[in-house]
């Protein structure tokens, strides 16, 4: 990689994150209201319905190839019409497919989860939003190819504005589960239209044998990882689903979603962006150290405040919105939610450099292991607690990152302690002082208003005055890369 090629990776990876974290601050900003909205509009059951539609949605994307698209995004070479297509048709077939399968089984499952004809109508227009979704793939992978990313967030906009508007709009009219049906829909065709004005991609169709055979070596373990991650994730909530009322089901996943506000808003966007940097710094160990070490030096330094506010914020919160202490009985969740949310902060960067440069067999053993753990650990203290039992799971799963630690410092080299050390030291600063600080406990807006407030403040002080050149230096190195 010539140098000017290098500065250029570096300078569209750094205004990538940072589009991409401001755009998806927006995005989170629209998901959060209208999922709030959602929350209190729809009852318990119905919001149920809700979260076991995210995970089928999830479920089904999975689906949609076989790791054709990262191995597209991880390859060196320039993309050839014959990756792209073949690519493309290998993915229509696939989903053609495992929608023929849903299709035919979409009253069996509507069953499953005592869900009405509605329940059925649902599920299978969330099936046609898979079809119209796998057919982004490729204009995605040419934007991300390119470091493209506030580009590329421009439909991701639409489709949670879509979505949210139509469904929150039609649950307050009280439509019930047909408010999700809508809105499944219109963000489908929303971000299928939007997608193409933005990246222009005539579909073509064929198969190379010889291309589909180098795609694959990549392609199916990285396939194998995300398949695990269903299985971890996703298709562990459709089981509870089918073992815990709908109304606990609620719970869990208002828990996970508001704990898992911080990795969304700030994990996801440095992902995104550093799997394609990562990856055009195969073989360079220096870049790819420097790359590692920044991206855990900013994203804990993000991470970790939000972490500790929702923890102090969270509980006043509920009483301070009318309607809104349904939700209590989570709390205990949510705070354990937020301890693994944490630890995954610190381990998903490394994990993502490793699928970028290639293990992508490393991390299936990881995958393997979480998954196995989440369905053992997960379904022993269900029965034995209940639903306390999942989130309890998560945080004593999180407790492997020094595993991924280890197994990391085999193959690129990183410093851990000293880029989350100014993070977390002021972010426990700033956990002791909220503990103290009367206002955390009136529940009142202006109290809620004036304690966030301070500990921000609290935050800010204590990286000043005790990290100021690390943070400095940082900040400096990040100005010159745009700057020039």
Do not use: C
């Not at 940072?18 to 009852?43: E, K, P």
């Not at 995210?54 to 054709?68: C, W």
């Not at 073509?204 to 396939?223: A, E, M, W």
Request: aromatic letters at 10%.
């Amino acid at each position: 990689m010539a140098e000017i090629e290098l500065h250029d990776v570096k300078k569209r990876s750094v205004a990538g994150i940072l589009a991409l974290t401001s755009r998806t601050g927006l995005l989170q900003l629209i998901s959060s209201v209208g999922f709030f909205l959602l929350t209190i509009y729809l009852d318990l059951r119905l919001f149920g319905v809700f979260i076991v539609v995210q995970a089928a949605s999830s479920f089904l994307n999975y689906f949609s190839d076989i790791g054709l698209a990262g191995a597209l995004i991880q390859k060196k070479e320039a993309l050839t019409k014959e990756d792209l297509a073949t690519t493309f048709t290998v993915q229509q077939l696939m989903v053609l497919g495992v929608s023929t399968i849903a299709l035919l089984l979409s009253s069996w499952v509507a069953g499953i989860y005592g869900l009405d004809q509605q329940g059925v109508v649902l599920f299978r227009v969330l099936v046609l939003a898979f079809i119209l979704s796998s057919l982004k793939t490729i204009p995605s992978i040419l934007l991300e190819r390119d470091l493209k990313f506030s580009i590329l967030v421009i439909p991701q906009v639409f489709e949670v504005v879509s979505f949210y508007v139509i469904a929150v709009l039609l649950a307050w009219k009280g439509f019930g589960i047909e408010s999700l049906t809508y809105a499944v829909l219109g963000r489908a065709i929303v971000g299928l239209v939007m997608i193409y004005i933005v990246s222009p991609w005539m579909p073509r169709f064929g198969i190379n044998s010889k291309v589909l055979k180098k795609l694959l070596s990549f392609g199916i373990p990285l396939q194998a990882n995300s398949l695990l991650g269903l299985i971890k994730d996703d298709l562990f909530t459709l089981y509870l689903g089918t073992v815990l009322p709908l109304e606990q089901i609620s719970l869990i996943g208002w828990a996970k979603k508001w704990a898992d506000t911080p990795l969304r808003l700030i994990m996801d966007s440095f992902i995104r962006v550093t799997f394609p940097t990562y990856s055009r710094l195969q073989g360079m160990a220096d870049k790819l150290r420097k790359g590692i070490n920044k991206s855990m030096f900013f994203s804990s330094i993000l991470i970790f405040p939000m972490a500790i506010g929702l923890i102090l914020l969270m509980k006043p919160l509920i009483y301070v919105i009318p309607k809104y202490t349904k939700w209590e009985p989570a709390l205990f969740s949510f705070y354990l939610f937020v301890i693994a949310a944490v630890f995954a902060s610190i381990s998903t960067p490394l994990t993502n450099a490793l699928n970028a440069v290639g293990k992508v067999t490393v991390t299936l053993k990881l995958m393997i292991l979480w998954t196995v753990l989440t369905w053992g650990l997960g379904i022993l203290l269900v029965n034995i607690i209940g639903l306390e039992g999942v989130a309890l799971s998560a945080v004593l799963i999180s407790l492997t990152i020094y595993l991924v630690i280890k197994v990391s410092k085999q193959h690129f080299t990183f410093d851990v302690l000293a880029n989350i050390t100014p993070a977390l030291l002021s972010s426990i600063v700033m956990l002791l002082v909220g503990l103290f600080l009367p206002t955390a406990r009136h529940y009142s807006i202006v109290g809620l208003v004036s304690t966030g407030l301070i500990l921000i403040a609290v935050y800010l002080m204590m990286l000043r005055l005790f990290f100021w050149g690390k943070l400095k230096a940082e900040v400096v190195t990040i100005i010159g890369i745009m700057r020039s």
